[in-house]
């Protein structure tokens, strides 16, 4: 609530005087909006995990879905833009799709079967654009899902892969994939010579230009024992 002045879980609690009305950033990055918990590819053979999501009413995809847009259409202000570094919780909805596991999946099947259609219209598109040697078109299943209801005009995505410079800084790049393929790491990015701020890594850092936010949740349930996790945030001034 510190940052956002409500609850996320219900929406409704203010709190006033949070980080986001104190700064009134003129751009808000976000990373790993979205986690698929219903049905994270992590948990697909873990029988008790589907039982509690069943027990607790959270089996939608959807549902998380919309509530990934209720947040973001929260954040919007004028004069404000909010940019989505895409990260590997977030392309978690693609996998989804493109594995098929929507399928026999109940209450998930015919928004699995939007997601899978669109992710194909996609690949038609990204393949004639191969054959005639045009620039490879962007997309994003879960900006997909999420503008299928939300008009959120005020709102950016920066596609896993892409750039996104504000004052010769890089914030698009969420901190997971590193350079050449490999996976991102503080010290890997520091080597690049560019500043920039990732999320990812959970616990915050700083490395000469490479900052590194925290998370908003330090409980995931697989993270036990000793823990460098906090609930940080990096801020960018406007000289850079």
């Known amino acids: 609530m510190a940052t956002f002045g409500w ?24 990373h790993d909006i979205f986690d698929n918990e219903a049905r994270n590819h992590h948990h697909v053979h873990d029988n008790a995990y589907s039982y509690e999501m069943a027990y607790r009413g959270r089996e939608s995809v959807e549902d998380e879905v919309d509530e990934v847009g209720v947040f973001l259409t929260r954040l919007e202000r ?8 895409e990260g590997n919780h977030d392309i978690a909805l693609e996998k989804y799709a493109r594995e098929g596991r929507y399928r026999n999946d109940g209450t998930n099947v ?44 005020g709102v950016e995505w920066c596609h896993d892969g892409y750039s996104r410079l504000i004052d010769g800084i890089e914030v698009g790049n969420h901190g997971f994939r590193g350079a050449n393929g490999a996976k991102g790491t503080v010290a890997g990015f520091e080597r690049v010579g560019r500043k920039i701020s990732i999320g990812d890594k959970h616990s ?31 801020i960018q001034y406007a000289d850079g």
């Open 7 to 30: 609850d996320m879980r219900g929406g409704r609690a203010q709190y006033q005087n949070s980080i986001l009305d104190v700064l009134n950033p003129e751009n808000v990055i976000c």
């Open 78 to 85: 004028d004069g404000r833009t909010v940019i989505i570094a």
């Open 110 to 153: 015919r928004f699995g079967l939007k997601l899978e259609d669109a992710y194909l219209d996609y690949v038609e598109r990204r393949s004639n654009a191969l054959d005639l040697g045009h620039p490879v078109p962007r997309f994003s299943m879960l900006e997909y899902a999420i503008r299928l209801k939300f008009d959120l005009r």
């Open 204 to 234: 915050p850092e700083i490395m000469d230009g490479v900052y590194v936010a925290g998370a908003m949740n330090l409980r995931h349930g697989y993270n036990k024992g000793a823990s460098g996790w906090a609930v940080t945030h990096t």
